[in-house]
Each structure stands twice: as C-alpha cells, then as structure tokens.
Nanobody, 124 residues
C-alpha cells in the first residue's frame, strides 16, 4: 500500500514561486511514474506534469511549459514540482499521483495512488 503526502502549497503573488513536494511511503518508489495534477473550483482535474522512474521521460501540460519543473529524488522517495512565474490561473489544489506499473501519462485513470492535495493560491 502506497501513501502520498503533498506539502509546500500556499499563497503567493503573481510572478512568484513555490516548490511542492510529495513524499511516498510503502511500495517501491523507484519503480513508479509520478504525476502532478491540479483541480480548480468548479473545474475538472487536469494534468500538470509527469516523470518516469529514471527521470528521462517528462511531460508537461502546455500552459506550464517553461514555468514549472518536475523532478524526483528516489533516495528520498520524493517528487517535486518547482513552480515559477505563477499566474492567477494556476490557483488550484495540487495532487501528486503514483503509477505503480510506470505507465501513467496524462490521464488520471492511469494512476493508482493519490495524495490528499495541497492548496496553491496566486493573487492579483
């Protein structure tokens, strides 16, 4: 059984930065593809970024390319989302997710475990 815990959310002004972390316990973290998704009020959950076990296959949603960076540290069982140049439209609850077989890409149905989410709010 895998448990995921996100942290690092908060309130920032437009143009600011945040780094989200997601730490996993249980299972074999180094075998998993890891993804970040977000959900704004009244909207469907959407894909943000994904990274495979060896960090050599990475995908981003178009609106965050050049601003967000996903990375992982398998020794720490942690995946990160560095968010720069934040915009008000980035405001959402951000969730990390694990794909046990390593196949998860952009669709949330391809992931097996989810964290509780962390709120990111970008003002002005």
């Amino acid at each position: 059984q895998v448990q995921l815990v996100e942290s690092g959310g908060g309130l920032v002004q437009a143009g600011g930065s945040l780094r989200l972390s997601c730490t996993a316990s249980g299972g074999t973290f180094g075998d998993y593809a890891m993804g970040w998704f977000r959900q704004a009020p009244g909207k469907e959950r959407e894909f943000v970024a994904r990274i495979n076990w060896s960090s050599d296959t990475i995908y981003y949603e178009d609106s965050v390319k050049g601003r967000f960076t996903i990375a992982r540290d398998n020794a720490k069982n942690t995946v990160y989302l560095q968010m720069n140049s934040l915009k008000p439209e980035d405001t959402a609850v951000y969730y990390c997710a694990a794909s046990i077989m390593g196949w998860g890409l952009r669709n949330m149905r391809e992931y097996d475990y989810w964290g509780q989410g962390t709120q990111v709010t970008v003002s002005s």
